[in-house]
């Protein structure tokens, strides 16, 4: 069971970045994906939900608006759109999976890291200003 995050890098201030996290070992559309990020001194982030069923989506205020979620199970890949991108967007960005019926949980645990089973890696992501 692997999950790789893809996509980051080096962007200038209103510049978009696509993170892609592709998964190896098992089967994507069973399982809710989450995104989280880490910034240097500050504890981890949940940034954004996407269920495994239904495609409902959940964002961070911090992000809500800019950044959107979506997921190819063809691909068996989930995909983070990040658009005007802000200096404090900074951080290493990681995905997370949590094995379905993930939908019909309370919303507040969707963004919380320790309600995940598995972690990538992590891609950083540098907003320059």
């Known amino acids: 069971v692997q999950l790789v995050e893809s996509g980051g890098g080096l962007v200038q201030a209103g510049g978009s970045l696509r993170l892609s996290c592709a998964a190896s070992g098992f089967t994507l559309v069973d399982y809710g994906i989450g995104w989280f990020r880490q910034a240097p001194g500050r504890e981890i982030e949940g940034i954004s939900y996407?269920?495994?069923?239904?495609?409902?989506?959940l964002y961070a205020k911090s992000v809500k608006g800019r950044f959107t979620i979506s997921r190819d199970n063809a691909k068996n890949t989930v995909y983070l759109q990040m658009n005007s991108l802000k200096p404090e967007d900074t951080a290493v960005y990681y995905c997370a999976s949590k094995r379905g019926p993930t939908q019909y949980s309370d919303n507040s645990l969707k963004l919380t890291n320790w309600w995940y089973d598995h972690w990538g890696q992590g891609t950083q992501v540098t907003v320059s200003s």
């Open positions: 996407i269920s495994e069923s239904d495609g409902s989506t």
